[in-house]
């Protein structure tokens, strides 16, 4: 049975400081893995998607790597500002899932000016 | 333009009562969720449907009952609700089920039983 831990539960840091987010999968047999932004009282907004076959995708300040083997996922916010204050999730799609997402319990994250 | 909008946004209602939720996606997937994150901000799949047809129905109660009327819309209806029933219901969507499942969600609906 698939289990995301994602470490840490809580994060706060100083505006500017680099961001390192980490999600962990116990069963390597993914399609992908996804790295959701969830505001207070509000959907989750897609960041990255990475295949199984990829081994980092990038979208302007942040970058996501994949390690299947080894059931890791980093999730990279380079120079970090107040507004990237939110709730971050990663969520894995098994092979034999039928397209259901597992998801850790997810990493607060909060940027102090 | 919303790509998976969900009506409505908050929903309070009494123990007991029937309610339904509804989910329209304009983004031509195949494929649709419903997910619910309880007080601890979890989230877990309940159904998904994949066009037209139930694919995952994970251990939910009966009172539960997903309906898909087409591809765009994945409703959901509560019957007999309860005080445990509390809990914010997301609707998403991906291409397919299978390698295509890059995934939008829609805002939410918080429901509150009381």
């Known amino acids: 049975k698939q289990e995301v831990t994602q470490i840490p539960a809580a994060l706060s840091v100083p505006e500017g400081e680099n961001l390192v987010l980490n999600c962990s999968f116990t069963?390597?047999?993914?399609?992908?893995l996804q790295w959701f932004r969830q505001d207070p009282g509000k959907g989750l907004t897609s960041l990255l998607l990475?295949?199984?076959?990829?081994r980092e995708q990038t979208s302007g300040r942040l970058n996501a790597s994949l390690d299947k083997s080894s059931g890791r996922s980093t999730l990279y916010i380079a120079a970090s500002q107040p507004g990237d204050s939110a709730t971050y999730l990663c969520?894995?799609?098994?092979?034999?899932?039928?397209?259901?997402?597992?998801f850790g319990a997810g990493t607060q994250v909060v940027v102090t000016p | 333009d919303t790509a998976v909008s969900q009506t409505p946004k908050y929903l309070v209602t009494q123990m007991g009562n029937d309610k339904s939720i509804k989910c329209e996606q304009n983004?031509?997937?195949?494929?649709m969720y419903w997910y619910k994150q309880d007080s601890k901000k979890f989230l877990k799949i309940m159904f998904s449907?994949?066009?037209?047809?139930?694919?995952i129905n994970e251990t939910v109660p009966n009172r539960f009952s997903p309906k898909s009327p087409d591809k765009a819309h994945l409703n959901l209806h509560i019957n007999s609700l309860e005080l445990g029933d509390s809990a914010v219901y997301f609707c998403?969507?991906?291409?397919?089920?299978?390698?295509?499942?890059?995934?939008?969600f829609g805002q939410g609906t918080r429901l509150t039983v009381v």
């Open positions: 998403a969507s991906s291409q397919d089920p299978g390698m295509n499942t890059e995934a939008f």
């Open positions: 069963d390597s047999a993914i399609y992908n």
């Open positions: 990475i295949q199984s076959s990829q």
């Open positions: 969520a894995v799609t098994g092979t034999d899932s039928w397209g259901k997402l597992q």
């Open positions: 983004l031509g997937h195949d494929t």
């Open positions: 449907y994949n066009n037209k047809e139930l694919i």
